[in-house]
């Protein structure tokens, strides 16, 4: 498996990048159902809408890791495919969070 390549980076590299990327809306949308939730602190509340606020940070900054190891005279990009809906799913949650504030304020 070590001598195995995806786009010029090791797969060992690559894969884990690409899958935290294409998987990070679904732990987006987890942290902000539990930033809604009443019945738990306000501090464990916090503490999950600040991570739904990193967290598409953190994808953008793996996406610019995961590009730099695919060679320039790659031409066909299948991979982005999956990676671009996921990152601008996870950027989606950023309105999502004014909204949960604003409703918060007014109550």
Do not use: H
Not at 29 to 49: E, Q, T, Y
Request: glycine residues 4%; aromatic residues 10%; proline residues 7%.
């Amino acid at each position: 498996m070590a001598g195995i390549t995806l786009q010029g980076m090791t797969a060992g590299v690559g894969l884990p990048l690409a899958a935290m990327i294409i998987l990070s809306p679904i732990a987006c949308l987890i942290f902000f159902v539990l930033s809604l939730n009443r019945s738990r602190p306000s501090s464990f509340r916090r503490k999950c809408a600040v991570a739904v606020f990193v967290l598409p940070l953190v994808s953008l900054a793996l996406y610019a890791l995961y590009e730099s190891g695919i060679p320039s005279d790659t031409n066909i990009r299948i991979d982005l495919l999956l990676i671009y809906p996921a990152l601008a799913i996870d950027f989606l949650f950023w309105p999502a969070l004014l909204v949960r504030y604003s409703i918060q304020r007014r109550a």
